[in-house]
């Protein structure tokens, strides 16, 4: 067998379809540590992003056969993730709320406040979003880590896309106001 870098997500799946435990094995070890990173995103408490990551692993590798038409391994788990990460928040019961048709305005206009938080540290930007409420911290981190679209958020969090991308816009301008507060810039 190749190298685990060389091998494909198909190769390892069909080993995985074979009973072997090198497919799983190496599906989980190429995979988990972004999958990890992206519930950890929505779900603040370490113990329980980890416990969904398991679980993620368990439910795919539990039937396997449902990876035989899977085209992206990794899309398809981290949706999985990501849906399964939201579903704790509800359960947890944080409810995201739909401004419904208020016409609210969305701050759209601040794009050079987009370039100025690169005067920042790293560990001050993850702090300031680690502070927004789950709804805002849910919804920022979606559309900026995991690349959705402010339409597949609201799908996703049954909400509209219009409040979907105000949220947005509140949660990125409570961030810059944060790291404003530790005089990064004027």
Known sequence: MRAAEQTTDQELIALCLEGRDAGYTGL???YSKKIYNSISRIVSHTGEAEDILQDIFCTVFSDISKLKGVLSFEAWVRRMAINRSISHLRKRKIMFSDLGDMDV???GGNDNDDLEIFDCRVED?????EELSSGYKTILNLYVFEKMTHEEIAVML???ASTVRTQYHRAKKRVLLSLKDKCYYE
Not at 125 to 129: A, D, F, M, N, Q
């Open 105 to 107: 305005e969305d701050g």
């Open 158 to 160: 049954g909400l509209s």
């Open 125 to 129: 930007v993850k702090k300031s979003i």
């Open 28 to 30: 989980y070890n190429r």
